[in-house]
């Protein structure tokens, strides 16, 4: 097996899912809340997202959507608020989010990129969330591609994105791996012909990944020894 590109899921996996977005997704609640403890169950319902735990369940359709699909989902428990407008305020709003990466992403990013793989990014978040985050994480000028749900490529789990990616760097899509935390990572990987890896830096389990990658790791950090040894 010849690996010569990384594809990066945002999310879970270059970013720690739960240290990042938790907190945050409470305060989305309690501001659409306006006070109501009533409005705010219900709208953390809808989302599926555990209030006293202070986390998203494992099957909240959020967790692997896009921004536009969690404006949708919140404006459908608000009144009075359409989906355009919460979009607005979630795109806003997540500039300010508190990051969390898995690891230093320069040093470790620049490594890779030195060892002669080019490296990307497939996210379903917008890609001026994802440039934003990036940048933030002094990390974005390491990047070949970065491609949110609205690029114009699709989003995941449709194979377009990742294989957009492959062309721009003129490669097979058997040559890249697609690194994510979620089935649609995963499932978009496997669609568009490429190897699958796993990571547990997101919400889904082990069992849940296994039946769509070729290896599941505890994060990204243990990719450049599975890649020696693959």
Request: charged content about 20%.
């Amino acid at each position: 097996m010849t690996i010569q590109a990384l594809l990066f899921d945002k999310d879970g996996t270059l970013f720690d899912f739960s240290k990042t977005w938790n907190n945050y997704t409470l305060g989305v609640i309690e501001h659409f809340a306006a006070g109501s403890a009533e409005r705010m169950q219900w709208i953390a319902e809808t989302i599926e997202f555990d209030l006293v735990g202070c986390a998203f369940l494992p099957t909240s359709p959020i967790i692997a959507g896009t921004n536009r699909e969690a404006a949708e989902l919140l404006a459908s428990a608000i009144d009075g608020k359409d989906a355009d407008e919460v979009e607005i305020y979630l795109s806003e709003s997540a500039k300010h989010v508190p990051l969390a990466p898995v690891l230093p992403l320069k040093p470790y990013l620049s490594d890779l990129k030195e060892n002669g793989f080019a490296l990307g990014v497939v996210t379903n978040d917008s890609e001026q969330a994802a440039r934003d985050h990036l940048r933030s994480a002094e990390a974005l000028d390491v990047f070949d591609f970065v491609a949110g749900y609205d690029s114009g490529f699709g989003e995941k789990p449709d194979p377009d994105p990742l294989l957009a990616f492959a062309q721009q760097i003129k490669s097979t899509p058997d040559k890249v791996a697609m690194i994510g935390d979620s089935t649609h990572d995963l499932i978009a990987g496997r669609r568009a012909g490429m190897v699958t890896i796993g990571v547990l830096t997101g919400l889904a389990t082990e069992t849940v990944l296994a039946e769509f990658a070729d290896v599941i790791l505890p994060d990204i950090s243990h990719i450049p020894d599975w890649l020696t040894s693959a």
